[in-house]
């Protein structure tokens, strides 16, 4: 599985980001849950948002209902929506699937400026 991300980039603090990963590769594992980590300098990865195949969300406690996670499993696409974002929203932002195990993209940078 290979997931490739989008939606990057520099943005203003209050400003908003779309993140969009997609899964390609085998057809024949399914994907049970995808999602987005993120890691500033410094710090552990940690979790932003998971999406669930039964349409369950998860989502870090820093996100104070300013992100949302939205996918369509047919297509094996997941977005984040990002608002109000901060400068501590500041990271390298990783689109994670599980299936038989767990995938990571390569990571896309968002910064957020003061």
């Known amino acids: 599985v290979q997931l490739q991300a989008s939606g990057g980039g520099l943005v203003q603090a209050g400003g908003s980001l779309r993140l969009s990963c997609t899964a390609s590769?085998?057809?024949?594992?399914?994907?049970?849950?995808m999602g987005w980590y993120r890691q500033s300098p410094g710090k552990q990865r940690e979790l932003v948002a998971t999406l669930n195949r039964s349409g369950s969300t998860t989502y870090g406690n820093f996100v104070k209902g300013r992100f949302t996670v939205a996918g369509d499993y047919a297509k094996n696409t997941v977005h984040l929506q990002m608002n109000s974002l901060e400068t501590e929203d500041t990271a390298v932002y990783y689109c994670?699937?599980?299936?038989?195990?767990?995938?990571w993209g390569k990571g896309t940078e968002v910064t957020v400026s003061s």
């Open positions: 590769g085998s057809i024949l594992i399914r994907i049970d849950r």
């Open positions: 994670h699937s599980l299936s038989d195990r767990h995938y």
